[in-house]
């Protein structure tokens, strides 16, 4: 559990620093921001809610994504 939220700590700089403010799904700025721990992409809350009501997977690389993997980020 502490390796994951390491690893969230690092993805909340990254997107601080402004390399990806933006989710790539619907091209706007985050307003709720989560993270799949299958492979750490981050997207809005909607647009990742919206992906997995169709399937269970990523809408960025298609890797097998659960709801329960979402984490939330705090920027
Ligand atoms: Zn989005
Ligand atoms: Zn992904």
Redesign the pocket.
Known sequence: MEALKARIRELEKQILRGDRYKCLICMDSYTMPLT?I????VHCEECWLRTLGNKKL??????I?SPGDLRRVYL
Do not use: A, I, L
């Not at 990523?58 to 890797?63: H, I, L, M, S, V």
């Open positions: 799949s299958q492979c750490w992409h990523c809408p960025q690389c298609n890797t994504t």
